[in-house]
């Protein structure tokens, strides 16, 4: 039932928690992007009982984000890889790392991004793809698509409304 | 007891998920950011049960997302505004956005980001803070660091190595 609510959302934030937006399902998915396919290799790196690593496995696969496939005959063997949907997941995952190393790496960081071309540790950020500014609080805003419902357009477009008279008055005490 | 274990790992993925790993808790983020605040108006606007609510309400102030304060006195009334742990979420929760709308949005968009200086539309993408390049799954990979498990360790060492490997077949592949 819960799944069918949030599928139904016009809200795309909404509709992407509806394939993923589960604790296992997303670490599964952490574990395929670093190379984890084998239902065992699962099965060990997150102690979680079989029952629930195919129901999880079997959901990805049906949201689209992995791909099952068989890897060995007799017996057959199957393998879990990331489709197109799945791997452009990553930068989710990635901006999930940022904040939990950003708050909770209390001894330490356990992970972190590298360019493995020269071997930096990344910062990763979120920018304007075209023109390479950094998305801020100040300056970017959600605004309603066509295909948003009323209450989404209501409650965007109030805050779009209090963010320009945030503006203003900021202009005006700049003024005075 | 998932809770526990969550923390317990070392991976900053699962830690993060551990605050926040969890449909409503985003879902309630969510509106935060498009300036929602006060009890009701999540109640309007998430169609959730109250006692719900309250219990992830609750739950992201504990977490330290988000801060609770009195807005009115005689009955006293409290809103939630995000504390700066809970807005620095916000890449996470745009990355969701722009996946979702890249798979999800069959109506065509019901929101988007758009840079308020000039009215366009932003395709947010994530880079490295330092050099402006964006981030790719052939330049950038995890690497462990000193609070890794060993598990974890050994999980991204050999993704390291994999990825390696790949890279000196492709070259080879290229030289012949």
């Known amino acids: 039932m819960k ?16 394939r993923v ?4 399902s997303i670490l599964i998915l952490r574990d395929a992007f670093y190379g984890v396919s084998r239902f065992d290799e699962f099965e ?9 690593l195919a129901r999880r496995l079997n959901g990805l696969v049906e949201a689209g984000l992995l791909e099952r496939r068989p890897y060995q005959t007799k017996p057959v063997r199957y393998e879990y890889v990331l489709t197109d949907m799945g791997r452009d997941f990553r930068p989710v995952m990635l901006a999930l790392m940022t ?16 360019d493995e071309r020269d071997g930096h540790m990344v910062d990763a950020v979120l920018t304007d793809r075209h023109t390479g500014d950094p998305i801020t609080r100040e300056n970017h805003a959600m605004y309603p ?3 948003a419902s009323e209450r989404m357009r209501t409650r965007l477009e109030n805050n779009i409304a209090r963010r320009a008279a945030e ?10």
């Open 167 to 176: 503006r203003a008055a900021a202009a005006m005490e700049k003024r005075a």
């Open 44 to 52: 060990k790196s997150l102690g979680i009982a079989p029952n629930m």
């Open 99 to 114: 904040w939990g190393n950003k708050y909770f790496a209390t001894e330490g960081l356990a992970m972190f991004l590298v």
């Open 21 to 24: 937006g589960e604790w296992w």
């Open 145 to 147: 698509g066509p295909a």
């Open 3 to 18: 799944k069918t609510n949030l599928d139904e959302m016009p809200c795309p934030i909404a509709r992407a928690l509806d």
